[in-house]
């Protein structure tokens, strides 16, 4: 992707946390800066729900599996109370 260079202006107390904040983060202020953008836009998390319901397609069958499709989060419980899953686990 082609990058476009933009110069901005701010004051020295928010330039200095800009600097820090990317140096915590083991990046340039650059890629700091961009980052925020793209967090702003909501492009972030559009990749992040995209990517999570490509996972949920792939592994609907595994949950299904663990934890059953009678309600959301049940698990088959055995006549001790345990989890069966979590007894398979132990066997």
Known sequence: MAKTQLNV???EG???A???RALERGMSVNRYIEELVRQDTGEVGHTFV???ADFMKQ????FADEFGTDREGS???DRAGHHESA???RR
């Open 75 to 77: 698990r088959p419980v």
């Open 14 to 16: 928010t330039a200095r």
């Open 18 to 20: 800009a600097r820090e």
């Open 9 to 11: 202006r701010v004051d």
């Open 50 to 52: 995209d990517a999570a």
């Open 87 to 89: 007894r398979e686990g």
């Open 59 to 62: 592994y609907e069958s595994v």
